[in-house]
């Protein structure tokens, strides 16, 4: 008698949407392709920009240079009047001008995320002002140009970064008191830049008054060399760190439990940026309203993640194209190109409030 042979097993099949309707996978893939669509589109628009106007600001000024000449004079040729304009004024100017404006952008929307402030920038915070008090102090007090300027800066940013550290320990509120101590910290130290500048002579007083506007009158190769030392280790770092940040927005305890070190990474994102604002400080001064505005135009641009490296891109493209106005605008009369943000950037600030609606987070 012949047993009936086994039937074939047939691999389960997954069951498919109904016809017509898309899966759930394709739906998902699709609503990610959007962003990404909309950041790649902002990126290249803000290259394109950003290439046009260095191009601008380096070419185009009182004396005119081609771009075919200029080509000849960065491989090596000598164009009489065109190289010494190139490469001794409007080009070191630009790359200046994008560095300073990179570290400013960044910083100011990685502040931002670190405190869940729209408000925080290392300018509002005290930081920017403890690298003006650094530079003053060295000018009006010492006496001293150059070097000794960048480090006082830089070692009078560190001392404010200490203050609001050390004030603002604690869990939970940690964020909210950095923001108290450094609005705090930021009208000390102005008071005490007010009060240096009152005992200084008038040349003192004159060079330190320009510094503190801002500019980029008196940038040289060395200047640049250094800013972009620098910039090639906290920029990528930062970029790293801010990658972090967002899990801080689910409060301390949640992001411990996750596994991100709450205070180490605090600190670390606070040091880069006191290094990045103290090294720009330093050199051009402190550009007002660049960090301010950097993050809030780079979350206007590509709404969702914060983008650190948006806002650096932006904040190169606001000083570029700032110093371009201020070279230009008054003719006879180069401008501190911190005049020209601080002018421009209250109201765009004002516009961005008002179309700002009442109910929306900042993230």
Known sequence: MS?????????????TAPSGTPSTAATLARARRG???RRTAVVAALLVLFVSLVLVRALLGDYRVSFVDAVRILGGEQVPGASFVLLESTLPRAVMAVLAGAEFGAAGAAFQVLLRNPLASPDVLGLTHGASAGAVLAVV???????????????????????ILSQAGGRGGATDRMVLVGVALAAGLSALVHWMLLRASIHQAQDALVWLSGSLNTVTWADIGRLL????????????????????GLGDDLAAALGVRVTGLRVGVTLVVVALVASAT?????????????GPIARRLVPGRPSVGIAALVGAVVVVAADHVAAYAVPGT?????????????????????????????R
Do not use: C, H, I, N
């Open 229 to 248: 030392a620098l910039d090639a280790v906290l920029l990528p770092l930062l970029l790293l760190l801010a990658g972090r940040l967002p899990v801080l």
């Open 334 to 362: 180069a401008l501190p190109v911190g005049l020209v943000t601080g002018l421009l950037g209250a109201p765009v600030l004002l516009w961005m409030l008002r179309s700002r609606p009442a109910s929306q987070e900042d």
């Open 282 to 294: 330093a050199v051009v001064g402190p550009v007002a309203f660049v960090g301010f505005l950097s």
């Open 35 to 37: 962003p990404r669509r």
């Open 141 to 163: 007090a010492l006496g001293v140009r150059g070097t000794p300027v960048t480090l006082a800066a830089l070692a009078g940013a560190v001392l404010a970064a200490v203050v």
């Open 3 to 15: 047993s009936a042979p086994p039937l074939a097993s047939t691999p389960a099949t997954p069951p």
